[in-house]
């Protein structure tokens, strides 16, 4: 079986067959070597009863809300604050970027969507002011992993439906996560502008300024306040706090920031069905190879395989976290979760790991693969808002994504960091 696996799937991948497919496919080849013909039943029947968890419906909403808010007239409003808080500080406008992507990062939850909104604006303002394209590109791209860390974040909601865990538990441990991440990288903007020159110390802005830009910026960043604080409140469900999302984006894009029109809504709901669309077909697919984990306990054979590696647990925890950085690196985010996550959180669960600790390391680890070369999905995004080329972009990130692997050292093997939040609110 492994054999007919690995002998399918990498074939089909090389071929560039989308990986949904390649799930499917994969999976018929197996049952057609078992030989059973009522197997084939289970396809159908099984991709369709993986959409069935309610908490699904918060995806579309959450995808919906971000794209409002994007056309809402917030970019420059958010990229002002950014500029008022950190600019005066060396290397200003890297500051300023990997603010805005930590501010966007609660309003989106999408890292593609953030490296383009961020980048378009960013970008050309630091090369203008004489960053070089390629580290403006890669600040950028690093920066834009922030988005799936901080709630609301979809791939935290694949990972909640997928494994049963609490998805507020994982809102509430992603909060120091993504701080954590948005300081490493400012710190390492920091050093590269004062090695390379980049960016003269400017003076602060000033109080008064200071406010201004915030009051212009509060209605968007009270969107994941709205959110979290009616998830823990317990005035509606994350699936009801997503489609309050949408709601909130409405009014605020509408009768606040004036910025939407009616005829912004047709390219808003055409991207929100194609972006739900890819994610639930993917889910789908991925639920007909879980019928071979199961049936050839794939589970047990993959734990006594790590249990004769190593008993301890922080060993553990570091081979899981290499598996996810190379398994990042060439394969789309959403399948590494769906095809792994079952597979090695009952695992770690026997290790004595949280589920909510293990859900985090699993998202944060899967979302730095989002940056890392060759493959990483935002690298391209970066590419197309910069021009620049993929090679250029991987060599000037490398220091930022040396920083984002510090800090999934320090949630892996410091807990607390993760899960003080969620066992402050009795999540964990």
Known sequence: MIAI???????????????????????????????????????????????????????????????????????????????????????????????????????????????????????????KNGYGEDYSAAVTAASSVIGPIIPPSIPMLIYASVMNVSIAGLFLGGMVPGILV??????????????????????????????????????????????????????????????????????????????????????????????????MFLMACAKTFSWLVTYFNLVEHVTIAFVSLTENKLVFLLLVNVIYLVIGMFLDMGFAIIVLGPLLAPIAYKYGVDPIHFGLITCTNLTIGLATPPFGLVLFAACGVSKVSLSRISRAILPFIAAELVVLLLITYLPVLTMYFPRLFGYA
Request: hydrophobic share 55%; proline share 5%.
């Open 5 to 127: 696996i690995f002998g399918s799937f990498i074939p089909m991948l090389l071929l560039g067959v989308p990986i949904a497919l390649c799930l499917v496919l994969m999976t018929i080849f197996v049952y057609v070597d078992i030989g059973d013909p009522r197997l084939f039943l289970q396809i159908p029947q099984r991709m369709f009863t993986s959409t069935e968890n309610m908490l699904l419906l918060a995806i579309p909403f959450f995808i919906m809300a971000g794209e409002i808010m994007n056309r809402a007239g917030i970019t420059d409003r958010l990229m002002t604050l950014s500029s008022s808080l950190v600019g005066w500080i060396r290397g200003g406008l890297a500051h300023t970027n990997i603010v805005s992507s930590m501010f966007f990062a609660g309003i989106t939850g999408s890292a593609v969507s953030d490296t383009v909104a961020v980048g378009s604006i960013m970008v050309p303002a630091m090369k």
């Open 182 to 279: 948005a300081l490493a990288l400012m710190v390492t903007a920091y050093l590269v502008a004062v090695r390379k020159g980049y960016g003269e110390r400017a003076p602060f802005v000033g109080v008064v300024r200071l406010i201004i830009a915030f009051i212009q910026g509060a209605p968007a960043l009270l969107l994941p306040v709205i959110i979290m604080g009616g998830i823990l409140g317990g005035f509606f469900s994350p699936t009801q706090a997503s489609a309050v999302a949408v709601m909130y984006g409405l009014a605020i894009g509408f009768l606040f920031y004036r910025k939407l029109k009616l005829s912004d809504l047709v390219p808003i709901l055409s991207h929100t069905v194609k972006a739900t669309a890819m994610i």
